[in-house]
């Protein structure tokens, strides 16, 4: 009567229940679809021919070939574009780059390892500007305490020197008998 012949369709593998407490429980104890290689991979390959028979399917729509399929099954352009993007998706969700790693990390222990190590690497190169903040922090502090030491001591020698300048005028003066000042740089000190 026009309908879709569900008799037709076989999918070897896959058993399609209720997803009730049971599928829960089963879940939790390992029955995991996409754990199993060849069940993934079966599962590709129906959503990669679903793909190509919406391509098809387009292609035909925007060349204006309607086969005029029963009432209510056809399907627009716009709507199979729709399903078309929704089977990208899966395509990808199913054979993607991250799906392909989230793979490697559960079936090879060695992946996993150097995945750990990776990680740990990355946690460890988080914790080095720490360390460098307090080493950059501890010499910051010992830099400001030998600069406080060096003003102090500049401010002694600029005392020092404008006595020193005093007592030589005061020297000159009482030798040439006249009053002299020292001018130039040392003023400025």
Same mark, same amino acid.
């Given at each position: 009567?026009?309908?879709?012949?569900?008799?037709?369709?076989?999918? =070897?593998?896959?058993?399609?229940?209720?997803?009730?407490?049971?599928?829960?429980?089963?879940?939790?104890?390992?029955?995991?679809?996409?754990?199993?290689?060849?069940?993934?991979?079966?599962?590709? &390959?129906?959503?990669?021919?679903?793909?190509?028979?919406?391509?098809?399917?387009?292609?035909?729509?925007?060349?204006?070939?309607?086969?005029?399929? @029963?009432?209510?099954?056809?399907?627009?352009? @716009?709507?199979?574009?729709?399903?078309?993007?929704?089977?990208?998706?899966?395509?990808?969700?199913?054979?993607?780059?991250?799906?392909?790693?989230?793979?490697?990390?559960?079936?090879?222990?060695?992946?996993?390892?150097?995945? %750990?190590?990776?990680?740990?690497?990355?946690?460890? &190169?988080?914790?080095? @500007? %720490? +360390?460098?903040?307090?080493?950059?922090?501890? %010499?910051?502090? =010992?830099? +400001?305490?030998?600069?406080?030491?060096?003003?102090?001591?500049?401010?002694?020698?600029?005392?020092?020197?404008?006595?020193?300048?005093?007592?030589?005028?005061?020297?000159?003066?009482?030798?040439?008998?006249?009053?002299?000042?020292?001018?130039?740089?040392?003023?400025?000190?």
């Amino acid at each position: 009567a026009g309908g879709i012949d569900w008799g037709a369709l076989c999918i =070897e593998g896959l058993e399609v229940r209720d997803g009730g407490a049971e599928a829960e429980a089963e879940a939790d104890g390992g029955g995991d679809l996409l754990a199993d290689p060849s069940a993934r991979e079966l599962l590709y &390959q129906e959503v990669a021919e679903v793909d190509a028979f919406l391509r098809e399917r387009r292609a035909e729509l925007a060349a204006g070939q309607n086969d005029g399929g @029963p009432p209510g099954v056809e399907r627009t352009l @716009p709507e199979v574009d729709a399903l078309a993007a929704v089977t990208a998706q899966a395509e990808e969700l199913l054979a993607g780059k991250k799906t392909q790693r989230f793979v490697l990390l559960r079936t090879s222990a060695r992946y996993l390892d150097q995945t %750990v190590k990776r990680v740990e690497v990355a946690k460890a &190169q988080c914790h080095k @500007p %720490v +360390a460098q903040r307090s080493a950059l922090d501890k %010499v910051k502090a =010992e830099q +400001a305490e030998e600069a406080k030491r060096t003003r102090a001591e500049i401010e002694a020698l600029r005392a020092a020197t404008r006595d020193a300048q005093r007592d030589l005028e005061a020297e000159l003066s009482a030798h040439f008998k006249s009053a002299v000042k020292i001018v130039g740089e040392i003023s400025q000190i």
